[in-house]
């Protein structure tokens, strides 16, 4: 029994090690960080997204080319997971919302990744993506109703690089304490 919940135990272990990857993966697209979207995958890694196919490094160059010229922001939101393991091999499937602004213009998408994680010297890591998008759309953007806040910016705007707010240690609400 007691073997039974260790195994159950290592294996909810496991799913969060892998779910800490993907996330990673989705804020550091969103955030322009090359670091940490390399961080959830191993170096032989290949990924396959539309037109692309290829390793971490060119994914990277290949998707932040593309986010810099198609969109002003993007949102990578992660829904649904599914898990099947075997040993140090987990499959892994990941659905996905995708927002993309482009000033004028928000594409949404949503779709799965379907993924191959290893686990080696202790660590989880990515070894193979492949990206479904399943529908798209494109809906007319508004002006954000919080843009009319006088003080909103005081705890930072966000960016598309390490000076966006989430980046901030220790985190202050410069608003809350009137903090210039």
């Not at 779910?19 to 170096?43: T, Y």
């Not at 971490?56 to 198609?70: G, H, I, Y």
């Not at 898990?83 to 990941?94: K, L, Q, R, Y």
Request: glycine letters at 8%; aromatic letters at 10%; charged letters at 25%.
């Amino acid at each position: 029994m007691a073997s039974d919940r260790d195994d159950r135990l290592q294996r909810l272990l496991d799913r969060q090690d892998i779910v800490d990857c993907l996330s990673r993966m989705a804020r550091a697209a969103d955030r322009l960080d090359r670091e940490l979207f390399l961080s959830g995958m191993h170096g032989d890694c290949i990924n396959s997204a539309g037109p692309f196919v290829g390793g971490p490094e060119d994914l990277w160059q290949w998707s932040l080319e593309l986010q810099q010229t198609a969109y002003t922001s993007t949102l990578h939101k992660l829904l649904n997971h599914s898990f099947d393991f075997d040993g140090d091999s987990a499959h892994v499937e990941t659905y996905y919302f995708f927002v993309g602004c482009t000033g004028e213009t928000n594409i949404l998408a949503g779709g799965r990744y379907i993924d191959r994680f290893e686990r080696r010297d202790g660590v989880w890591g990515m070894v193979m993506r492949s990206n479904f998008v399943e529908w798209t759309s494109a809906v007319p953007a508004m002006d954000s109703p919080l843009g009319e806040v006088a003080d909103i910016e005081l705890n930072g705007l966000p960016s598309r690089d390490r000076n966006d707010p989430s980046y901030q240690r220790p985190l202050v609400n410069r608003r809350a304490l009137n903090i210039p």
